[in-house]
C-alpha cells in the first residue's frame, strides 16, 4: 500500500520542542518534494514547509522562520520536521505531503498528527 504516515505529534508547553516524522512506504521518496501542511480548528491549511527532493532547497512561512527546521533522509525514506520554541497558535494537525517531480505520478497526504501546545 502506497502510503505516508505521520507521527512525533503530541502535547507540549509553550516553549517547547517536538520532532514529527514522515515515514513513506510502497514507495521512494526520492523523486518527491516533501511539504508540512498544518491546520487548525476553523483556520485554512497553512503551508509550513518545504523541501525539494534532493534536500538542496528548503521554504519556510514566515510564522515559524527561525523555529522550524525541515530535513529528510532519503535512505531511509523519512522526512521530519523538528520544530522549537513551540507558541499556542502552532496548535493544529500536521499533514506531510508528497508532491512528485516526474510528471503523471500521483501526490500523497498523511492523515495528519495533531500538536497541541498548552501550558
Known amino acids: 500500500q502506497l502510503q505516508l504516515v505521520e507521527s512525533g505529534g503530541g502535547l507540549v508547553q509553550p516553549g517547547g520542542s517536538l520532532r514529527l516524522s514522515c515515514a513513506a512506504s510502497?514507495?521512494?521518496?526520492?523523486?518527491?518534494?516533501i511539504g508540512w501542511i498544518r491546520q487548525a480548528p476553523g483556520k485554512e491549511r497553512e503551508g509550513v514547509a518545504c523541501?525539494?527532493?534532493?534536500?538542496?532547497?528548503?521554504k519556510y512561512a514566515d510564522s515559524v522562520k527561525g523555529r522550524f527546521t525541515i530535513s529528510r533522509d532519503n535512505a531511509k525514506n523519512m522526512v521530519y520536521l523538528q520544530m522549537n520554541s513551540l507558541k499556542p497558535e502552532d496548535t493544529a494537525v500536521y499533514y506531510c505531503?508528497?508532491?512528485?517531480?516526474?510528471?503523471?505520478?500521483?501526490?500523497?497526504w498523511g492523515q495528519g498528527t495533531q500538536v497541541t501546545v498548552s501550558s
Open positions: 523541501i525539494s527532493a534532493s534536500g538542496g532547497s528548503t
Open positions: 505531503n508528497a508532491r512528485s517531480i516526474v510528471v503523471g505520478r500521483p501526490d500523497y
Open positions: 510502497g514507495f521512494t521518496l526520492d523523486y518527491y518534494a
